[in-house]
Protein backbone atom coordinates (compact mmCIF):
# COMPACT_ATOMS: atom_id res chain seq x y z
CA UNK A 1 0.00 0.00 0.00
CA UNK A 2 1.03 3.82 -0.62
CA UNK A 3 1.87 6.15 1.86
CA UNK A 4 -0.45 9.57 1.51
CA UNK A 5 2.19 11.12 3.97
CA UNK A 6 6.05 10.48 4.86
CA UNK A 7 7.56 12.71 8.12
CA UNK A 8 11.32 11.61 8.18
CA UNK A 9 13.75 12.93 11.00
CA UNK A 10 11.40 15.58 11.94
CA UNK A 11 12.51 18.19 14.60
CA UNK A 12 9.91 21.13 16.09
CA UNK A 13 9.87 22.90 19.26
CA UNK A 14 8.84 26.09 21.37
CA UNK A 15 11.95 28.51 22.04
CA UNK A 16 15.48 27.27 22.16
CA UNK A 17 14.93 23.61 22.79
CA UNK A 18 13.41 20.56 20.95
CA UNK A 19 10.20 19.26 21.40
CA UNK A 20 10.43 16.82 18.58
CA UNK A 21 14.06 15.32 18.44
CA UNK A 22 13.63 13.24 14.98
CA UNK A 23 10.17 11.77 14.26
CA UNK A 24 9.92 9.39 11.11
CA UNK A 25 6.74 8.21 10.29
CA UNK A 26 4.65 6.57 7.28
CA UNK A 27 0.82 7.35 6.87
CA UNK A 28 -0.50 4.43 4.82
CA UNK A 29 -2.91 5.68 2.06
CA UNK A 30 -6.84 4.47 3.61
CA UNK A 31 -5.48 3.86 6.76
CA UNK A 32 -6.24 5.18 10.62
CA UNK A 33 -3.31 5.86 12.60
CA UNK A 34 -3.31 6.77 16.08
CA UNK A 35 -0.81 8.27 18.02
CA UNK A 36 -0.31 8.05 21.79
CA UNK A 37 1.82 8.70 24.46
CA UNK A 38 2.31 10.18 28.02
CA UNK A 39 1.19 13.96 28.42
CA UNK A 40 4.42 16.21 27.07
CA UNK A 41 5.64 13.49 24.50
CA UNK A 42 5.39 15.74 21.52
CA UNK A 43 2.19 14.31 20.28
CA UNK A 44 0.35 18.13 19.50
CA UNK A 45 3.41 20.16 18.63
CA UNK A 46 4.14 16.50 16.30
CA UNK A 47 0.19 17.38 14.43
CA UNK A 48 0.48 21.13 14.57
CA UNK A 49 3.64 21.09 12.93
CA UNK A 50 2.08 19.03 10.41
CA UNK A 51 -0.16 21.45 10.65
CA UNK A 52 2.15 24.04 10.05
CA UNK A 53 1.44 26.02 12.86
CA UNK A 54 4.83 25.19 13.68
CA UNK A 55 7.94 25.58 11.66
CA UNK A 56 10.16 22.14 11.29
CA UNK A 57 13.46 22.86 12.64
CA UNK A 58 14.59 20.22 10.05
CA UNK A 59 13.47 16.81 8.61
CA UNK A 60 11.02 16.65 5.81
CA UNK A 61 7.15 16.41 5.37
CA UNK A 62 5.98 15.18 2.75
CA UNK A 63 2.01 14.76 1.31
CA UNK A 64 2.55 11.85 -1.97
CA UNK A 65 5.67 12.90 -2.63
CA UNK A 66 4.88 17.07 -2.51
CA UNK A 67 7.32 18.74 -0.03
CA UNK A 68 5.26 20.69 2.49
CA UNK A 69 8.03 22.11 4.67
CA UNK A 70 8.01 25.50 2.90
CA UNK A 71 3.85 25.75 2.77
CA UNK A 72 1.90 28.12 5.28
CA UNK A 73 -0.80 26.26 6.80
CA UNK A 74 -3.39 27.72 5.01
CA UNK A 75 -1.81 25.85 1.61
CA UNK A 76 -1.17 23.07 3.05
CA UNK A 77 -5.03 22.67 3.58
CA UNK A 78 -5.54 23.91 0.49
CA UNK A 79 -3.09 20.82 -0.59
CA UNK A 80 -5.20 17.86 1.55
CA UNK A 81 -4.42 18.55 4.67
CA UNK A 82 -7.08 18.79 7.02
CA UNK A 83 -6.68 19.55 10.89
CA UNK A 84 -9.25 19.75 13.59
CA UNK A 85 -7.70 20.93 16.45
CA UNK A 86 -8.00 19.79 20.12
CA UNK A 87 -9.87 23.30 21.27
CA UNK A 88 -10.75 26.82 20.19
CA UNK A 89 -12.12 24.18 17.33
CA UNK A 90 -14.74 26.58 15.97
CA UNK A 91 -14.95 30.66 15.60
CA UNK A 92 -17.30 30.92 18.37
CA UNK A 93 -18.42 34.26 17.77
CA UNK A 94 -19.66 32.99 14.25
CA UNK A 95 -22.98 31.13 13.30
CA UNK A 96 -22.61 27.67 12.72
CA UNK A 97 -23.27 28.69 8.97
CA UNK A 98 -20.64 31.22 8.91
CA UNK A 99 -18.02 28.81 10.12
CA UNK A 100 -19.12 26.31 7.56
CA UNK A 101 -18.92 28.73 5.02
CA UNK A 102 -15.67 29.50 5.56
CA UNK A 103 -14.64 26.52 5.21
CA UNK A 104 -15.75 26.24 1.92
CA UNK A 105 -15.04 29.39 0.77
CA UNK A 106 -10.78 29.05 2.12
CA UNK A 107 -9.96 25.95 2.36
CA UNK A 108 -10.42 25.36 -1.32
CA UNK A 109 -11.07 22.20 -3.26
CA UNK A 110 -8.38 20.26 -3.81
CA UNK A 111 -9.69 18.42 -7.20
CA UNK A 112 -11.38 15.08 -5.13
CA UNK A 113 -15.04 16.03 -5.44
CA UNK A 114 -17.20 18.10 -3.23
CA UNK A 115 -16.79 18.39 0.37
CA UNK A 116 -18.51 15.60 3.11
CA UNK A 117 -19.45 17.84 5.38
CA UNK A 118 -23.32 17.51 4.60
CA UNK A 119 -23.26 14.11 4.12
CA UNK A 120 -22.03 13.32 7.36
CA UNK A 121 -23.18 15.89 9.59
CA UNK A 122 -26.89 16.42 8.13
CA UNK A 123 -27.79 17.45 12.20
CA UNK A 124 -26.02 20.62 11.87
CA UNK A 125 -28.71 21.57 9.93
CA UNK A 126 -31.35 23.23 11.95
CA UNK A 127 -28.29 24.99 14.09
CA UNK A 128 -26.98 27.15 10.92
CA UNK A 129 -28.65 30.07 12.45
CA UNK A 130 -27.38 29.25 16.82
CA UNK A 131 -23.81 31.01 17.35
CA UNK A 132 -21.25 28.33 16.94
CA UNK A 133 -19.89 29.34 20.91
CA UNK A 134 -23.63 27.87 22.22
CA UNK A 135 -23.51 25.03 20.58
CA UNK A 136 -22.84 21.87 22.97
CA UNK A 137 -19.51 19.95 23.34
CA UNK A 138 -20.91 17.39 21.13
CA UNK A 139 -22.29 19.63 18.51
CA UNK A 140 -19.34 21.67 18.51
CA UNK A 141 -16.78 18.80 17.49
CA UNK A 142 -19.26 17.61 15.23
CA UNK A 143 -19.36 21.43 13.52
CA UNK A 144 -15.71 21.25 13.90
CA UNK A 145 -15.39 17.96 11.86
CA UNK A 146 -17.73 19.12 9.83
CA UNK A 147 -15.55 22.23 8.40
CA UNK A 148 -12.73 20.32 8.43
CA UNK A 149 -14.18 17.74 5.57
CA UNK A 150 -15.97 20.46 4.03
CA UNK A 151 -13.86 19.52 0.91
CA UNK A 152 -12.45 16.49 0.90
CA UNK A 153 -8.82 16.42 2.74
CA UNK A 154 -6.67 13.08 1.56
CA UNK A 155 -5.70 13.26 5.21
CA UNK A 156 -7.79 14.38 8.63
CA UNK A 157 -5.58 15.21 11.81
CA UNK A 158 -7.42 15.04 14.83
CA UNK A 159 -6.34 16.45 17.96
CA UNK A 160 -7.73 14.71 20.81
CA UNK A 161 -11.23 14.61 19.17
CA UNK A 162 -12.86 12.77 22.27
CA UNK A 163 -11.49 15.11 24.90
CA UNK A 164 -14.24 16.90 27.31
CA UNK A 165 -16.75 14.39 25.86
CA UNK A 166 -19.07 12.40 27.58
CA UNK A 167 -18.47 8.51 26.39
CA UNK A 168 -21.90 8.57 24.60
CA UNK A 169 -20.75 11.53 22.81
CA UNK A 170 -17.20 9.75 22.51
CA UNK A 171 -18.75 6.50 21.09
CA UNK A 172 -20.48 8.38 18.36
CA UNK A 173 -17.16 10.97 17.73
CA UNK A 174 -15.33 7.97 17.23
CA UNK A 175 -17.83 6.51 14.59
CA UNK A 176 -18.09 9.38 13.15
CA UNK A 177 -13.81 9.02 12.55
CA UNK A 178 -15.19 5.44 11.33
CA UNK A 179 -17.61 6.86 8.39
CA UNK A 180 -14.93 9.48 7.31
CA UNK A 181 -12.12 6.85 7.06
CA UNK A 182 -14.51 4.77 5.16
CA UNK A 183 -15.10 7.29 2.49
CA UNK A 184 -11.69 7.52 1.55
CA UNK A 185 -9.79 9.86 4.10
CA UNK A 186 -6.73 8.76 5.37
CA UNK A 187 -6.62 10.16 9.45
CA UNK A 188 -4.17 10.50 11.55
CA UNK A 189 -5.30 10.86 15.52
CA UNK A 190 -3.42 12.25 18.64
CA UNK A 191 -6.04 10.70 21.26
CA UNK A 192 -5.26 10.15 25.21
CA UNK A 193 -8.44 7.44 25.88
CA UNK A 194 -6.13 4.97 23.65
CA UNK A 195 -8.12 2.44 24.10
CA UNK A 196 -11.04 3.44 22.74
CA UNK A 197 -9.27 5.16 19.77
CA UNK A 198 -7.39 2.39 19.29
CA UNK A 199 -10.49 -0.04 18.71
CA UNK A 200 -10.55 2.08 15.40
CA UNK A 201 -7.39 2.30 14.47
CA UNK A 202 -5.20 0.22 12.22
CA UNK A 203 -1.88 1.32 13.73
CA UNK A 204 -0.44 2.75 16.42
CA UNK A 205 2.93 4.82 17.37
CA UNK A 206 3.60 5.24 20.70
CA UNK A 207 5.71 8.77 21.16
CA UNK A 208 7.81 9.16 24.48
CA UNK A 209 10.49 12.22 24.93
CA UNK A 210 10.02 13.44 20.89
CA UNK A 211 10.76 10.69 19.77
CA UNK A 212 9.04 7.04 18.50
CA UNK A 213 9.31 4.43 20.76
CA UNK A 214 7.14 2.04 18.90
CA UNK A 215 4.90 1.67 16.27
CA UNK A 216 2.93 -1.46 14.98
CA UNK A 217 -0.89 -2.85 14.57
CA UNK A 218 -3.18 -1.05 16.89
CA UNK A 219 -5.00 -4.22 17.49
CA UNK A 220 -1.58 -5.66 19.22
CA UNK A 221 -1.33 -2.60 21.41
CA UNK A 222 -4.79 -3.51 22.44
CA UNK A 223 -3.24 -6.41 24.42
CA UNK A 224 -0.24 -4.78 25.91
CA UNK A 225 -0.19 -2.92 29.65
CA UNK A 226 -0.04 1.28 27.74
CA UNK A 227 2.05 2.05 30.91
CA UNK A 228 4.72 -0.77 30.26
CA UNK A 229 4.86 1.02 26.36
CA UNK A 230 4.88 4.32 27.15
CA UNK A 231 8.36 3.47 29.23
CA UNK A 232 9.58 0.97 27.25
CA UNK A 233 9.06 -2.04 28.82
CA UNK A 234 7.03 -3.82 26.12
CA UNK A 235 7.90 -2.91 22.46
CA UNK A 236 6.01 -3.83 19.67
CA UNK B 1 -34.31 68.47 21.43
CA UNK B 2 -31.94 70.19 19.31
CA UNK B 3 -29.00 69.15 22.10
CA UNK B 4 -30.36 65.85 21.08
CA UNK B 5 -30.02 66.11 17.52
CA UNK B 6 -26.70 67.72 17.47
CA UNK B 7 -25.43 64.67 20.28
CA UNK B 8 -27.28 62.25 17.77
CA UNK B 9 -24.27 64.02 14.53
CA UNK B 10 -21.41 64.16 16.74
CA UNK B 11 -22.91 60.45 17.83
CA UNK B 12 -22.85 59.52 14.17
CA UNK B 13 -19.91 61.25 13.52
CA UNK B 14 -17.80 59.08 15.49
CA UNK B 15 -19.16 55.90 14.25
CA UNK B 16 -16.96 55.41 11.49
CA UNK B 17 -13.60 56.00 13.19
CA UNK B 18 -15.03 53.81 16.15
CA UNK B 19 -15.92 51.40 14.08
CA UNK B 20 -12.15 51.79 12.49
CA UNK B 21 -11.11 51.18 16.04
CA UNK B 22 -13.08 48.18 17.01
CA UNK B 23 -11.75 46.72 13.16
CA UNK B 24 -8.84 47.03 13.58
CA UNK B 25 -8.33 45.67 17.58
CA UNK B 26 -10.61 42.58 16.62
CA UNK B 27 -8.31 41.29 13.94
CA UNK B 28 -4.29 43.08 15.28
CA UNK B 29 -5.23 43.06 18.85
CA UNK B 30 -4.14 46.53 19.68
CA UNK B 31 -5.49 49.77 20.74
CA UNK B 32 -4.26 51.86 17.88
CA UNK B 33 -3.99 55.42 18.83
CA UNK B 34 -3.05 57.06 15.44
CA UNK B 35 -6.64 56.65 14.61
CA UNK B 36 -6.89 60.45 15.54
CA UNK B 37 -4.12 61.86 13.00
CA UNK B 38 -4.92 59.44 10.15
CA UNK B 39 -8.35 61.13 10.53
CA UNK B 40 -6.43 64.68 10.43
CA UNK B 41 -4.03 63.71 7.50
CA UNK B 42 -6.81 62.35 5.48
CA UNK B 43 -9.04 65.37 5.76
CA UNK B 44 -6.20 67.78 4.78
CA UNK B 45 -5.57 65.68 1.94
CA UNK B 46 -9.07 66.39 0.82
CA UNK B 47 -8.96 69.57 1.70
CA UNK B 48 -6.12 70.00 -0.37
CA UNK B 49 -7.90 68.15 -3.53
CA UNK B 50 -11.10 70.36 -2.44
CA UNK B 51 -9.69 73.96 -1.49
CA UNK B 52 -6.93 73.97 -3.27
CA UNK B 53 -7.65 72.26 -6.79
CA UNK B 54 -10.71 72.95 -7.15
CA UNK B 55 -12.48 68.83 -6.70
CA UNK B 56 -15.95 68.74 -5.71
CA UNK B 57 -15.66 67.75 -2.14
CA UNK B 58 -17.48 64.48 -2.57
CA UNK B 59 -14.67 63.69 -5.14
CA UNK B 60 -12.43 64.56 -2.97
CA UNK B 61 -13.09 62.77 0.17
CA UNK B 62 -13.59 59.40 -2.33
CA UNK B 63 -10.40 59.84 -3.21
CA UNK B 64 -8.91 60.64 0.10
CA UNK B 65 -10.56 57.81 1.29
CA UNK B 66 -8.98 55.65 -1.37
CA UNK B 67 -5.42 57.24 -0.80
CA UNK B 68 -5.59 56.80 3.13
CA UNK B 69 -6.98 53.02 2.71
CA UNK B 70 -3.83 52.62 0.92
CA UNK B 71 -1.35 54.78 3.03
CA UNK B 72 -2.39 52.26 5.73
CA UNK B 73 -1.48 49.20 4.29
CA UNK B 74 2.23 50.91 3.72
CA UNK B 75 2.11 52.37 6.92
CA UNK B 76 1.73 48.71 8.63
CA UNK B 77 4.32 47.09 6.30
CA UNK B 78 6.74 49.76 8.08
CA UNK B 79 5.59 50.66 11.69
CA UNK B 80 3.54 47.36 12.93
CA UNK B 81 4.34 44.78 10.48
CA UNK B 82 8.03 44.49 11.81
CA UNK B 83 6.92 44.71 15.87
CA UNK B 84 4.01 42.44 15.75
CA UNK B 85 5.42 39.45 17.12
CA UNK B 86 6.50 41.85 20.21
CA UNK B 87 2.79 42.10 21.68
CA UNK B 88 -0.15 44.91 21.94
CA UNK B 89 1.96 46.73 24.12
CA UNK B 90 4.74 48.00 21.61
CA UNK B 91 2.39 47.90 18.88
CA UNK B 92 0.27 50.83 21.16
CA UNK B 93 3.38 52.92 21.95
CA UNK B 94 4.09 52.66 18.66
CA UNK B 95 0.94 53.85 17.40
CA UNK B 96 1.34 56.68 19.79
CA UNK B 97 4.80 58.01 18.15
CA UNK B 98 2.97 57.27 15.15
CA UNK B 99 0.05 59.88 15.76
CA UNK B 100 2.39 62.42 16.96
CA UNK B 101 4.46 62.23 13.54
CA UNK B 102 1.26 61.90 11.19
CA UNK B 103 0.05 64.98 13.44
CA UNK B 104 3.14 67.36 12.81
CA UNK B 105 3.41 66.30 9.20
CA UNK B 106 -0.43 67.90 8.70
CA UNK B 107 0.89 70.98 11.21
CA UNK B 108 4.13 71.29 8.96
CA UNK B 109 2.15 71.48 5.82
CA UNK B 110 -0.73 73.70 6.64
CA UNK B 111 -0.10 75.24 9.98
CA UNK B 112 -2.24 76.12 13.20
CA UNK B 113 -4.63 78.13 11.63
CA UNK B 114 -8.25 76.57 11.40
CA UNK B 115 -9.53 75.73 8.17
CA UNK B 116 -12.67 75.09 6.32
CA UNK B 117 -13.51 72.68 3.46
CA UNK B 118 -15.28 74.47 0.38
CA UNK B 119 -19.09 73.62 0.23
CA UNK B 120 -21.82 75.70 -1.32
CA UNK B 121 -23.91 77.44 1.78
CA UNK B 122 -27.25 76.70 1.79
CA UNK B 123 -29.46 77.87 4.39
CA UNK B 124 -30.53 75.66 7.06
CA UNK B 125 -33.93 73.97 7.53
CA UNK B 126 -36.13 73.27 10.76
CA UNK B 127 -37.86 69.79 11.46
CA UNK B 128 -40.08 70.26 14.51
CA UNK B 129 -38.28 72.93 16.00
CA UNK B 130 -34.35 71.07 15.20
CA UNK B 131 -32.13 73.28 13.27
CA UNK B 132 -30.48 71.32 10.39
CA UNK B 133 -28.07 72.12 7.97
CA UNK B 134 -27.16 70.48 4.69
CA UNK B 135 -23.62 69.55 6.35
CA UNK B 136 -26.00 67.76 9.13
CA UNK B 137 -27.30 66.17 7.01
CA UNK B 138 -25.09 64.64 4.71
CA UNK B 139 -23.47 62.85 7.86
CA UNK B 140 -25.78 61.20 8.79
CA UNK B 141 -26.44 60.06 5.16
CA UNK B 142 -22.55 59.38 4.43
CA UNK B 143 -22.37 57.64 7.80
CA UNK B 144 -25.61 55.28 6.89
CA UNK B 145 -24.43 54.33 3.55
CA UNK B 146 -20.60 53.25 5.11
CA UNK B 147 -22.79 51.32 8.23
CA UNK B 148 -24.49 49.45 5.46
CA UNK B 149 -21.44 48.91 3.30
CA UNK B 150 -19.84 47.67 6.77
CA UNK B 151 -22.40 45.14 7.60
CA UNK B 152 -22.98 43.95 4.22
CA UNK B 153 -19.47 43.09 4.22
CA UNK B 154 -18.75 41.77 7.37
CA UNK B 155 -21.72 39.16 7.19
CA UNK B 156 -22.26 38.77 3.82
CA UNK B 157 -18.87 38.53 2.18
CA UNK B 158 -16.01 35.79 2.02
CA UNK B 159 -13.36 38.82 3.20
CA UNK B 160 -15.61 40.39 5.76
CA UNK B 161 -16.19 36.97 7.11
CA UNK B 162 -12.33 36.12 7.32
CA UNK B 163 -12.23 39.31 8.87
CA UNK B 164 -14.34 38.49 11.95
CA UNK B 165 -12.78 34.73 11.88
CA UNK B 166 -9.36 35.94 12.15
CA UNK B 167 -10.63 38.29 15.08
CA UNK B 168 -12.53 35.58 16.49
CA UNK B 169 -9.35 32.65 16.80
CA UNK B 170 -6.44 33.78 14.51
CA UNK B 171 -4.97 29.90 14.71
CA UNK B 172 -7.85 28.59 13.67
CA UNK B 173 -8.40 30.94 10.87
CA UNK B 174 -4.81 29.71 9.38
CA UNK B 175 -6.26 25.91 9.36
CA UNK B 176 -9.09 26.95 7.89
CA UNK B 177 -7.48 28.26 4.74
CA UNK B 178 -7.23 31.89 5.85
CA UNK B 179 -4.12 33.39 4.82
CA UNK B 180 -3.34 36.11 7.55
CA UNK B 181 -1.54 38.65 6.08
CA UNK B 182 -4.26 39.37 2.94
CA UNK B 183 -7.48 39.76 5.85
CA UNK B 184 -4.65 42.24 7.89
CA UNK B 185 -4.00 44.18 4.73
CA UNK B 186 -7.88 44.36 3.80
CA UNK B 187 -8.68 45.34 7.18
CA UNK B 188 -6.08 48.07 6.94
CA UNK B 189 -7.21 49.66 3.82
CA UNK B 190 -10.97 49.07 5.12
CA UNK B 191 -9.85 51.18 8.36
CA UNK B 192 -7.83 53.36 6.49
CA UNK B 193 -11.22 54.23 4.18
CA UNK B 194 -13.17 55.01 7.79
CA UNK B 195 -11.17 56.74 8.97
CA UNK B 196 -10.71 59.37 6.03
CA UNK B 197 -14.32 59.90 5.69
CA UNK B 198 -14.69 60.05 9.43
CA UNK B 199 -11.68 63.29 9.45
CA UNK B 200 -13.98 64.82 6.28
CA UNK B 201 -17.09 64.74 8.73
CA UNK B 202 -15.23 65.93 11.71
CA UNK B 203 -13.89 68.46 9.07
CA UNK B 204 -17.23 69.88 7.64
CA UNK B 205 -19.08 69.96 11.37
CA UNK B 206 -16.17 71.56 13.01
CA UNK B 207 -12.89 72.66 11.34
CA UNK B 208 -10.22 71.50 9.89
CA UNK B 209 -6.74 72.01 12.03
CA UNK B 210 -3.78 69.43 13.30
CA UNK B 211 -5.84 68.10 16.24
CA UNK B 212 -8.85 67.50 14.96
CA UNK B 213 -8.52 63.86 15.16
CA UNK B 214 -6.86 63.84 18.89
CA UNK B 215 -9.31 65.71 19.94
CA UNK B 216 -11.99 62.87 18.67
CA UNK B 217 -9.77 60.18 20.05
CA UNK B 218 -10.98 59.24 23.96
CA UNK B 219 -14.54 59.71 22.38
CA UNK B 220 -13.85 57.07 19.96
CA UNK B 221 -12.23 54.63 21.98
CA UNK B 222 -14.87 55.28 25.03
CA UNK B 223 -17.00 54.21 21.87
CA UNK B 224 -15.48 51.35 20.87
CA UNK B 225 -15.46 50.23 24.03
CA UNK B 226 -18.95 50.85 25.25
CA UNK B 227 -19.75 48.88 22.15
CA UNK B 228 -17.23 46.08 22.69
CA UNK B 229 -14.10 46.28 21.13
CA UNK B 230 -14.29 43.69 18.61
CA UNK B 231 -17.31 44.37 17.86
CA UNK B 232 -18.61 46.69 14.65
CA UNK B 233 -22.30 46.60 16.25
CA UNK B 234 -21.01 47.82 19.33
CA UNK B 235 -19.11 50.42 18.19
CA UNK B 236 -22.06 51.95 16.45
CA UNK B 237 -24.18 51.69 19.33
CA UNK B 238 -21.42 53.03 21.43
CA UNK B 239 -20.80 56.07 19.19
CA UNK B 240 -24.02 56.82 19.44
CA UNK B 241 -24.32 56.48 23.17
CA UNK B 242 -21.36 58.73 23.75
CA UNK B 243 -22.22 61.31 21.46
CA UNK B 244 -25.49 61.92 23.03
CA UNK B 245 -24.59 61.70 26.55
CA UNK B 246 -21.76 64.02 25.69
CA UNK B 247 -24.03 66.44 24.12
CA UNK B 248 -26.72 66.45 26.48
CA UNK B 249 -24.31 66.67 29.56
CA UNK B 250 -23.66 70.31 28.49
CA UNK B 251 -27.17 70.98 29.77
CA UNK B 252 -26.03 70.40 33.56
CA UNK B 253 -22.36 71.05 33.40
CA UNK B 254 -19.97 73.16 31.78
CA UNK B 255 -19.02 72.45 28.09
CA UNK B 256 -16.02 72.67 29.09
CA UNK B 257 -16.19 69.29 30.64
CA UNK B 258 -17.68 67.86 28.02
CA UNK B 259 -14.83 65.49 27.63
CA UNK B 260 -15.20 64.11 31.26
CA UNK B 261 -18.21 62.03 30.08
CA UNK B 262 -16.22 59.66 28.13
CA UNK B 263 -13.41 59.03 30.47
CA UNK B 264 -16.11 58.14 32.98
CA UNK B 265 -18.01 56.04 31.01
CA UNK B 266 -14.02 54.00 29.84
CA UNK B 267 -14.31 53.93 33.74
CA UNK B 268 -17.62 53.03 34.42
CA UNK B 269 -17.36 49.85 31.63
CA UNK B 270 -14.12 48.66 32.51
CA UNK B 271 -14.58 48.59 36.66
CA UNK B 272 -18.40 47.14 35.48
CA UNK B 273 -18.64 45.44 32.06
CA UNK B 274 -14.87 45.30 30.72
CA UNK B 275 -16.24 43.36 27.28
CA UNK B 276 -18.58 46.35 26.82
CA UNK B 277 -22.56 46.00 25.80
CA UNK B 278 -21.50 43.77 23.02
CA UNK B 279 -18.42 42.12 23.42
CA UNK B 280 -17.49 38.51 24.27
CA UNK B 281 -15.89 38.28 27.85
CA UNK B 282 -11.88 37.83 27.09
CA UNK B 283 -10.46 34.46 28.08
CA UNK B 284 -7.14 33.86 28.18
CA UNK B 285 -5.85 30.80 26.62
Known sequence: MTNVLNV????????????????????????????????????????KTLAGLLPARQGTIELEGERLNDLSAPKRVRAGVSYVPQEYNVFRNLTVLENLKIAREFMGVNGSGPGLAEELFPDLRSHYKKQAGNLSGGQRQMLAFACALAVRPRVLMLDEPSAGLSPILM?????????????GVSILM??????????????CIVLAGGRVRSCGPAEVVLGLDLKNLYLGADAL | MQTLFNGIITGVIMTLPALAVTLL??????????????????????????????????????????????????????????????GAITLMVASLGLGFILENIARFAYGNAARGFVVELARPFR????????????????????????YVLLTR???????????????????????????????????????AVGGVLIGMDRALEPPMGSNYLISVFAAAILGGLGSPLGAF????????????????????YRIGVPLVAIAVILVFRPQGLFGQPYIRR
Not at chain 2, 26 to 32: A, D, E, M, R
Not at chain 2, 66 to 82: E, H, S
Not at chain 2, 129 to 148: C, F, G, K, L, P
Not at chain 2, 159 to 185: F, K, Q, T, W, Y
Open chain 1, 8 to 47: AGLHAGYGAGDILKGIDVALEKGRIVTMIGPNGSGKSTFI
Open chain 1, 171 to 183: SAVFDKVKQVNAM
Open chain 1, 190 to 203: VEQNAREALRISDT
Open chain 2, 25 to 86: FGVLKFPNFAVGAMMTVAAYLAFALNAQLGWPLVVAAGVAALAMGFACIAIDQVTFKPLRER
Open chain 2, 127 to 150: FADVRMNHEQMTTIAVASVAMAAM
Open chain 2, 157 to 195: LPMGRAMRAVADNPALALVRGIESPRVIRWTWFIAGMLL
Open chain 2, 237 to 256: VGALVIGVVSELSTLVVAPN
